[in-house]
């Protein structure tokens, strides 16, 4: 774990992460509690998560969770992204296999990507998502992600970043509801 911690720290550090106010670096256990609470802000105004967690700060730190990083913006958190091992039943995945041959197992998962409402229109979601990309490929893994059907601006962001649509399906969260989902992958590094 040392490891991947390190090389997270590599990643964050380089210098096209950061931007004028905006530093993005890798999320240390004390940032848990503004992490929740910028994504209460969230929720409040996007609806996204789309069923609010029992456990937020657990939600924000899924099993398989390889690395995660949070955006500062003159000393606040403004936004947060997290890479994970790909988990049995994940879409996305599946249809990257399906396209390219590889085995799922050679993906890495992008979620919890938000950025607070009032951090807005300065790239920093471009920012996380980049720096989330990095880190997967840095280990060998080719980043995938997947985002409700209903959340046009996300779609609209993977789309003007060069993602390529995977294709789209439903899921079955565990609180029983299903969603329909489109599922990209990063563009060839």
């Known amino acids: 774990m040392a490891d991947l911690e390190e090389r997270a720290d590599v990643v964050a550090s380089d210098p096209r992460q950061s931007g004028t106010g905006v530093l993005v670096r890798p999320r240390r256990a004390d940032d848990l509690a503004d992490c929740v609470r910028v994504l209460g802000a969230v929720h409040s105004t996007d609806r996204y998560p789309a069923d609010w967690p029992d456990r937020p700060a657990a939600w924000l730190t899924p099993d398989g969770l390889l690395a995660a990083w949070i955006a500062e913006s003159d000393g606040r958190l403004a936004g947060h992204v997290g890479l994970a091992r790909s988990a049995r039943g994940d879409l996305a995945p599946a249809l990257w296999s399906r396209r390219t041959g590889g085995r799922p197992e050679l993906t890495a998962v992008i979620g919890r990507l938000y950025v607070a409402p009032g951090a807005r229109g300065h790239h920093i979601g471009a920012r996380l998502l980049a720096c989330a990309?990095?880190?997967?490929?840095?280990?060998?893994?080719?980043?995938?992600?997947?985002?409700?059907?209903?959340?046009?601006?996300?779609?609209?962001?993977?789309?003007?970043?060069?993602?390529?649509?995977?294709?789209?399906?439903d899921q079955q969260w565990p609180s029983g509801r299903t969603v329909t989902v489109h599922c990209f992958a990063a563009p060839r590094g």
């Not at 990309?133 to 003007?160: E, F, I, K, S, W």
């Not at 060069?162 to 789209?168: R, V």
């Open 133 to 169: 990309v990095t880190h997967a490929r840095a280990l060998g893994l080719h980043p995938v992600l997947d985002v409700l059907a209903v959340d046009t601006a996300a779609v609209a962001l993977y789309r003007r970043l060069g993602w390529t649509h995977l294709g789209s399906g």
